[in-house]
């Protein structure tokens, strides 16, 4: 990833990374810096692999950061390009608009199937759009986790 505005957002998320979850609670400065590093280069092997076909989104480095936490920065990166080539591709590989508000549709649809009063609440409230979903659907939930084991 060339020097951007993409790579500037990916670099910001990194300097506002390591800092989430319990385990990040109470780490030394050196060892946050490692785990940025390690972020930052598997995101960018992932990216650099298949330039041209994924772009970077807010929220994939928040995923990344789930999968460098549980395994070697290698398992990682196979990690992070399995889930960004089979998972995430609206939102690696379509602009925001045509990646992300049709998955949320998609999601208010479901939600009116399992659970119709929800789904007429959130509506009449406004919130069929469900924008509040919208940290959950990017980052897998990664980005509102607390304790990063014992979900």
Request: charged share 15%; proline share 3%; with cysteine.
């Amino acid at each position: 990833v060339e020097e951007t505005s993409e790579a500037k957002v990916m670099q910001a998320d990194v300097q506002r990374s390591v800092y989430s979850w319990d385990v990040h609670t109470g780490i030394n400065q050196h060892t946050r810096d490692q785990k940025r590093i390690h972020l930052s280069e598997v995101m960018h092997a992932v990216l650099r692999k298949h330039s041209g076909r994924l772009g970077y989104f807010q929220g994939f480095h928040d995923i990344v950061l789930v999968f460098l936490e549980v395994g070697s920065p290698s398992q990682a990166f196979h990690m992070a390009e399995r889930v960004a080539l089979f998972h995430l591709t609206d939102q690696l590989c379509s602009p925001f608009d045509q990646g992300l508000l049709p998955l949320l549709a998609v999601l208010f649809h479901l939600l009116s199937i399992v659970d119709s009063a929800l789904a007429a609440a959130l509506a009449e409230a406004g919130c069929s759009e469900m924008h509040f979903a919208v940290p959950w659907v990017l980052t897998w939930f990664a980005h509102s986790l607390p304790k990063l084991h014992s979900q």
